[in-house]
């Protein structure tokens, strides 16, 4: 009787101490949004010889920076262009991915140029970033204009 009331007692420990690990909250590992964010600010952008060359001040998690993109559009009268007044609406993207050639991340500054430009047109432009954590969301400069 002794020995069951031991076997007994030992099997609702043991039980016991298992339950105990699957209680708790569950749930998939999400990104330290204050450790895992970057962002970005425009600090140079110059028209030359066709092309756009561009500085991007990299703040935060810099690391992170898997993708920029160069996003823009014409202004004019043609057609496919964006008018002087309306709201900034891009037509053409240029993607700079991490690793591959024109990504030129040096310190906290990223360095892009685009060219093919069409010379004496003035064009608006905006440079997004997107994160390595897919779930993060994608960051933009603010729009700027790039005058003849």
């Not at 600090?43 to 066709?50: K, L, T």
């Not at 014409?74 to 991915?97: K, L, M, S, T």
Request: aromatic content about 8%; some cysteine.
């Amino acid at each position: 009787m002794r020995k069951f009331v031991i076997i007994t007692a030992l099997l609702l420990f043991g039980l016991s101490v298992l339950s105990s690990c699957a209680l708790g909250r569950k749930q998939w590992p999400q990104a330290t949004r204050s450790e895992d964010r970057f962002t970005l600010k425009l600090i140079e952008g110059v028209r030359q010889d066709g092309c756009l060359v561009l500085e991007v001040g990299v703040g935060g998690a810099k690391e992170r920076l898997w993708r920029a993109s160069v996003l823009y559009e014409a202004v004019g009268d043609g057609e496919g262009q964006g008018c002087v007044g309306c709201p900034f609406v891009p037509r053409n993207a240029q993607h700079f991915i991490r690793g591959q050639e024109g990504f030129d991340l040096d310190g906290n500054v990223l360095k892009l140029s685009i060219c093919g430009l069409e010379p004496g047109v003035e064009y608006r432009f905006q440079v997004s970033g997107k994160n390595e954590i897919s779930t993060m969301p994608l960051q933009y400069t603010d729009v700027y204009r790039a005058e003849p």
